[in-house]
């Protein structure tokens, strides 16, 4: 690619310059004391920044024009990325994506503070614990599950007790398995109390639950099958707000569950 926005990432100094000032505007002097270079060597930087009304100088500052602020996002943002790739390599490569629209893959960055949860020979249930603890620490849960464990209706059904409120998006055959443990004329209450509300889908290639505090994400491999072993767990607000996203997408294509259908179950 030709364009000069593109040669920019050829030059860590540039980006530098730019992800410095996105800050605050700042003297030669300053930037010469923070990135380590020479104040003739920045000064050519900022020659060509400014050749391409990225950089401005106002007295004795160095500031971004609007456009300059618009690059500096999109290198934050592409910066960002770039880490949770080459940070969660093996993640990514072993799982399917599919679940995860093209506009979230865009911002994965948002999950550069996240935490890989594994299960290992000496804790076999670290991930199912974690994920008991994000639950049973929330007030407010999103989730979508194509699986079911018997402990989680447990733990659902403590949350709802307490005063919680509960959205879920699940597959039927979880939905039925769930039933088969929980008391059906409680969920009805929390239903028609909109304390519980239970959306249906037909296939679900993503386990997530989001919370007031908390993101959590589970894939399927490659070869179909839900990998209980890992989870992608964060506290990140950018997360959270990452996964309240996902969470919409797949509710775009759920239909919700009322007590009437319940019933006929």
């Given at each position: 690619?030709?364009s000069?926005?593109?040669?920019?990432?050829?030059?860590?100094?540039?980006l530098?310059?730019?992800?410095?000032?996105?800050?605050?505007?700042?003297?030669?002097?300053?930037?010469?004391e923070?990135?380590?270079?020479?104040?003739?060597?920045i000064?050519?930087?900022?020659?060509?920044?400014?050749?391409?009304?990225?950089?401005?100088?106002a007295?004795?500052?160095?500031?971004?024009?609007?456009?300059?602020?618009?690059?500096?996002?999109?290198i934050?943002?592409?910066?960002?990325?770039v880490?949770?790739?080459?940070?969660?390599?093996?993640?990514?490569?072993?799982?399917?994506?599919?679940?995860?629209?093209?506009?979230?893959?865009?911002?994965?960055?948002?999950?550069?503070?996240s935490?890989?949860?594994?299960?290992?020979?000496?804790?076999?249930?670290?991930?199912?614990?974690?994920?008991?603890?994000?639950?049973?620490?929330?007030?407010?849960?999103?989730?979508?599950?194509?699986?079911?464990?018997?402990d989680?209706?447990?733990?659902?059904?403590?949350?709802?007790?307490?005063?919680?409120?509960?959205?879920?998006?699940?597959?039927?055959?979880?939905?039925?398995?769930?039933?088969?443990?929980a008391?059906?004329?409680?969920?009805?209450?929390?239903?028609?109390?909109?304390?519980?509300?239970?959306?249906?889908?037909?296939?679900?290639?993503?386990a997530?639950?989001?919370?007031?505090?908390?993101?959590?994400?589970?894939?399927?491999?490659?070869?179909?099958?839900?990998?209980?072993?890992?989870?992608?767990?964060?506290?990140?607000?950018?997360?959270?707000?990452?996964g309240?996203e996902?969470f919409?997408?797949?509710?775009?294509?759920?239909r919700?569950?009322?007590?009437?259908?319940l019933?006929?179950?």
């Open positions: 690619m030709s000069p926005y593109f040669k920019l990432y050829r030059s860590e100094l540039k530098n310059i730019i992800s410095s000032l996105l800050r605050e505007e700042k003297k030669l002097s300053t930037l010469r923070e990135l380590g270079n020479s104040g003739s060597t000064l050519h930087a900022l020659k060509d920044l400014e050749a391409l009304n990225l950089t401005q100088q007295g004795k500052h160095y500031k971004l024009t609007s456009l300059g602020v618009m690059e500096a996002i999109l934050e943002e592409a910066a960002s990325a880490k949770v790739l080459e940070r969660f390599q093996d993640f990514w490569l072993q799982h399917d994506v599919t679940a995860i629209p093209s506009h979230l893959l865009q911002r994965i960055g948002a999950l550069q503070d935490t890989l949860i594994q299960d290992n020979s000496i804790a076999l249930d670290r991930v199912h614990l974690t994920f008991q603890k994000i639950l049973l620490t929330s007030r407010r849960v999103w989730g979508v599950s194509p699986i079911f464990h018997s989680y209706v447990g733990a659902f059904q403590r949350l709802l007790s307490e005063g919680a409120t509960v959205e879920l998006i699940l597959t039927s055959g979880v939905l039925n398995k769930t039933l088969t443990l008391d059906t004329e409680q969920i009805i209450d929390y239903i028609k109390r909109d304390k519980l509300r239970i959306f249906l889908t037909d296939e679900l290639k993503i997530l639950t989001v919370t007031e505090n908390s993101f959590s994400m589970g894939l399927f491999t490659k070869d179909g099958e839900y990998d209980y072993s890992r989870d992608l767990v964060s506290n990140s607000p950018k997360a959270i707000e990452w309240e996902l919409q997408h797949h509710l775009k294509d759920a919700r569950l009322d007590t009437e259908s019933n006929l179950l």
